[in-house]
């Protein structure tokens, strides 16, 4: 998802209770509810503030909270982007794996045929692990797809929200 939000580390904000009443926090993902609001189909405005220097304390930002930070905004990709497709994510690096055992197939076999290599090699093991664990990544993301329309469907809820509008 693109946005064109520019400043998620700033605390004030406001929201409309309509926006806030469909996203779900859990763990640290405050600092995200902007790129869930605009997931979710929200118009998010921003307006400049002025930030003043700290004066007194210390700040416990540190190199913990950062990987939590990159950790959340993993998880924040996620459901913006796969919440509903989760095949796609899966499809593509499954393929991803498919692919780079194919490029080494190619290469045991040109070495073995052209260059006097031994075909039974450990890259050729590799190459084999590469073609399963791409497999079974494409069949996890079927998975996975069967389980959020289960969920969908189970629970009554929508993929998508429509705004009431009244006329």
Not at 60 to 85: A, E, H
Not at 131 to 140: A, S, Y
Request: a positive charge; glycine letters at 8%.
């Amino acid at each position: 998802m693109n946005s064109q939000i520019h400043d998620l580390g700033c605390s004030l904000r406001l929201y409309k209770k309509s926006v806030i009443s469909h996203i779900q926090l859990y763990g640290e993902m405050h600092r995200f509810i902007p790129i869930l609001a605009a997931a979710n189909g929200a118009t998010i405005i921003e307006t400049e503030v002025t930030h003043h220097p700290r004066t007194k304390g210390k700040s416990k930002y540190g190199l913990t909270r950062t990987f939590k930070v990159i950790l959340d905004l993993l998880t924040v990709k996620l459901l913006t982007g796969f919440q509903t497709k989760p095949s796609y994510l899966f499809g593509m690096s499954g393929f991803g794996f498919i692919f780079i055992s194919f490029l080494i197939a190619v290469f045991v076999t040109i070495r073995a045929l052209f260059l006097g290599g031994a075909l039974i090699s450990p890259l050729f093991s590799i190459g084999v692990i590469f073609f399963t664990f791409g497999i079974l990544t494409i069949f996890m993301g079927l998975l996975a797809e069967i389980q959020v329309r289960t969920w969908y469907e189970s629970s009554g809820k929508k993929s998508y929200i429509i705004k009431n509008v009244k006329e």
